[in-house]
């Protein structure tokens, strides 16, 4: 049974592992010391799940503007984090692997990225 205003994935395939460092987990494990099973992580100021349009609006644009960027979609982000996850980005470790790319940033395969958007 899913919360309130968490919605199923459309797909199985959607459905995905993050890899995270062990330090990263230590961060979170310990920020989540004190919740109740089940409960969210990150949620809003009224406890729900954070709305990703009002985050975007509210937080990332803001940021954006700050920075010279003058407007930042969800989707603009998902192809920066992919094209920065490239195995042919010289700033990626050799040993990353397009398929996890892929898995992070929500796609089915490797060769998505590869292709380009």
Not at 3 to 25: C, D, F, N
Not at 94 to 101: G, L, P, T
Request: with cysteine; glycine share 8%; proline share 7%.
């Amino acid at each position: 049974m899913l919360r309130e205003g968490i919605k199923e994935t459309k797909t199985e395939a959607a459905t995905a592992s993050v890899p995270i460092t062990p330090e990263l987990e230590a961060k979170l494990l310990l920020h989540a010391e004190g919740k109740a099973e089940g409960a969210l992580l990150f949620p809003s100021k009224t406890g729900a799940p954070i709305n990703r349009n009002n985050w975007l609006r509210r937080v990332i644009k803001p940021a954006a503007k700050r920075a010279g960027i003058p407007d930042v979609t969800l989707q603009c982000l998902r192809r920066t984090t992919a094209t920065y996850l490239t195995p042919e980005n010289p700033k990626v470790a050799q040993a990353m692997q397009s398929e996890v790319a892929a898995r992070l940033v929500g796609l089915s395969g490797g060769e998505v990225i590869l292709m380009g958007f």
